[in-house]
């Protein structure tokens, strides 16, 4: 039977190429979303690929979309993107209490919620491919992203330490830290800010997201059983170390 593949934040931008990378890889593939209603419908149209309605951020919800899941593909999850993230951006002077916990819940809480919710059925089925969305910005910081890059580089902490506890039940657990990708959240940066970013980039172009839906592919495969705690970074060599 196929392997069942969870995608959070997997109807939009990268999340959607991933989705449909899985998808081409044989996978049965469910995409979570959390609002746009809208968005999600025009996908799953598109696209065949099943959608789930639920807040990462929030355990409960995440357990109860599990088990649901569980349920409607007739498989437990085996294979899981950790991919939803948003922005809360300013200074720390600027930063409320209210936007720091916004983007680590979302962010990096959302790793714990559902790592934790399908890891046991991982073990159980000797089989598991985790792999955490992290940032360049977790890497090498960002100005006015304290909360941003907190929740990234803890993201790629969180994969070398449960990669550790997954190695002997054939759990993989890897990360990729993208660059700056063609999407919505990146088209929303000033046009002038926008090009003295490309112009860090030694490849000359912003990243595409099939770029990093390919890495997903790559690592969620079954003949990755070597690769495990590893950060990839696809960045058009922006940073490099």
Avoid at 168 to 188: E, K, L, S
Wanted: proline residues 2%; aromatic residues 6%; glycine residues 12%.
């Amino acid at each position: 039977m196929a392997r069942v593949a969870l995608v959070t934040g997997g109807t939009r931008g990268i999340g959607a190429a991933i989705s449909v990378e899985l998808k081409q890889q044989g996978r049965i593939v469910v995409a979570n979303y959390a609002g746009n209603d809208n968005a999600a419908a025009a996908f799953h149209e598109e696209t065949g690929i099943r959608v789930a309605k639920f807040d990462v951020g929030h355990f409960d919800e995440c357990q109860l979309a599990v088990r649901q899941l569980a349920e409607d593909v007739g498989g437990p999850i085996e294979i899981l993107v950790n991919n939803a993230g948003i922005t809360r951006d300013g200074t720390l002077q600027r930063m409320s209490r209210d936007m720091w916990e916004a983007v680590i819940d979302t962010n990096l809480g959302s790793c714990f919620n559902l790592c934790k919710l399908t890891f046991e059925g991982m073990r159980a089925a000797k089989f598991g491919r985790i792999v955490n969305i992290g940032s360049i910005n977790g890497q090498a910081g960002q100005y006015g992203q304290v909360n941003y890059a907190a929740a990234k580089s803890g993201i790629h902490g969180f994969t070398k330490a449960l990669a550790q506890e997954g190695a002997r039940f054939g759990i993989t657990v890897n990360a990729i830290a993208p660059g700056y990708v063609d999407t919505d959240m990146v088209r929303a940066v000033p046009a002038d800010v926008l090009e003295k970013i490309v112009a860090r980039i030694p490849v000359g172009r912003l990243g595409r997201a099939v770029d990093i839906a390919r890495g997903v592919a790559f690592l969620t495969a079954d003949e990755a059983e070597f690769i495990t705690g590893s950060t990839l970074s696809i960045n058009g060599g922006q940073h490099m170390y």
